[in-house]
């Protein structure tokens, strides 16, 4: 298992959403978020569990961004 931390925020008309961070130590995780959560204070920030070896879209909930058709002209 491992955790990344995911942020998001508005740019301008684009929102953008990346992975920071990951790590298979979750007092690193942690302490990185601390960190982030300064750095980034107006923006989203959340901790995702992930299991290793594992197809994400069978996870109840799992790290995603919803994308329109106009997003790919």
Do not use: R, W
């Amino acid at each position: 298992m491992i955790k990344i931390i995911v942020h998001a925020f508005a740019e301008t008309e684009k929102a953008v959403v990346e992975v920071l961070f990951a790590s298979a130590d979750e007092e690193a995780v942690l302490a990185k978020m601390i960190d982030f959560q300064k750095s980034y204070p107006e923006d989203y920030l959340a901790i995702y569990d992930l299991p290793l070896d594992c197809d994400l879209a069978n996870l109840p909930h799992y790290p995603s961004v919803e994308i329109g058709k106009d997003d790919f002209k």
